[in-house]
């Protein structure tokens, strides 16, 4: 009964599972309808990404949050909706920022079509996420415009680079919170506000959501790495040979060990050529600053579970819980 649940949820509670698949089930139906135009075109494209699949993370984290509340009220799977569509949007801009060629194992819409398509299909996303979130009142919107102000400013600050004298790593740490942390932490608060669930809950569940959001993506990096096949939905070694400085890098190259001095030297280079690539992504793996990455990934998970000591016990909470686990585990 609750197959298909990503982090580990097929394991809760029975009853929470079944609702949680129920509502997400709810949430594919409301998204497909959302995203249909009635321009062929544009339906083409802004169910592009929605066909390609997904594991719907952050609608999920609505309907747990939900749980606080009441799971069945209307404005959840709405809710839930708003936040998987911005997050959608900003699959489209990102692709064409870093000229990806596939997502989610389909051609990206910027290499389907072109990226003036992409970027246009993006912005007709968030006006949609727009307009079901002025459904859901006033304090939804501005939620939901700060944290696009917080996405914005995160791929802004990737995009720039550390000022002179930060921390790489620190820098790194707050674009994260910035591009991922930001909405995640979004997903939970607002599927506890529109549960009706007290507001010193959605404050607890929203605290967790952004420090998740950060151990999920410091996972997602690290299996990048150390996975020997895509199960990060992308081929191994992406992001090096792309030029993209993750927080096992960062570490690399700040580290004086003399033993990973032939690392630091590929590192500080392009890794388009194959064996250069390959030599790295060798090196890297086994070097101590993935053990350091993963120690900081831990951290950030443990800090995530602290937040929900203010939460009642209950099979939501033993769920969240669940899921800093899994986090860790996963790129283990």
């Not at 509670?13 to 321009?39: F, H, I, M, N, Q």
């Not at 529109?194 to 607890?204: C, E, I, Q, R, Y």
Request: aromatic share 4%; proline share 5%; hydrophobic share 45%.
């Amino acid at each position: 009964m609750s197959e298909g649940l990503p982090f580990g949820l097929s394991h809760v509670d029975p009853e929470l599972a079944e609702r949680l698949r129920t509502g997400l089930d709810d949430v594919e139906v409301a998204l497909r309808a959302a995203v249909a135009s009635d321009y062929p075109f544009v339906d083409e494209t802004a169910s592009h990404l929605v066909n390609a699949g997904g594991k719907r993370f952050r609608p999920l984290l609505a309907l747990v949050a939900a749980q606080y509340g009441d799971p069945a009220a209307a404005g959840v799977v709405p809710a839930a909706v708003v936040v998987e569509l911005t997050h959608l949007a900003t699959l489209y801009h990102d692709d064409v920022m870093d000229e990806a060629r596939l997502r989610r194992g389909a051609p990206s819409a910027n290499a389907r079509w072109d990226n003036t398509v992409a970027i246009l299909t993006g912005d007709f996303l968030f006006a949609r996420a727009a307009d079901i979130a002025a459904d859901l009142g006033t304090e939804i919107v501005r939620l939901q415009a700060r944290t696009f102000e917080r996405l914005c400013t995160g791929q802004i600050r990737e995009t720039v680079g550390p000022a002179a004298g930060e921390d790489p790593v620190e820098h790194h740490l707050d674009v994260l919170a910035g591009k991922t942390g930001s909405l995640i932490a979004l997903a939970g608060r607002m599927g506890a506000m529109t549960s009706g669930a007290p507001a010193h809950v959605a404050d607890a569940v929203a605290a967790y959501g952004e420090k998740f959001g950060v151990a999920f993506q410091l996972s997602d990096d690290l299996l990048d790495i150390a996975s020997e096949s895509a199960e990060s939905g992308k081929t191994p070694g992406t992001d090096l040979r792309e030029g993209i400085r993750t927080l096992p890098v960062l570490l690399a190259l700040r580290s004086s060990d003399p033993s990973a001095a032939r690392l630091r030297e590929l590192l500080s280079g392009p890794l388009t050529d194959d064996d250069r690539h390959a030599e790295a992504l060798g090196l890297l793996r086994t070097s101590p600053a993935m053990a350091e990455a993963r120690e900081v990934l831990v951290s950030w998970a443990e800090s995530a579970r602290a937040e929900l000591a203010g939460l009642p016990p209950g099979n939501g909470t033993e769920a969240l819980s669940m899921m800093c686990d899994v986090v860790v585990d996963r790129s283990a």
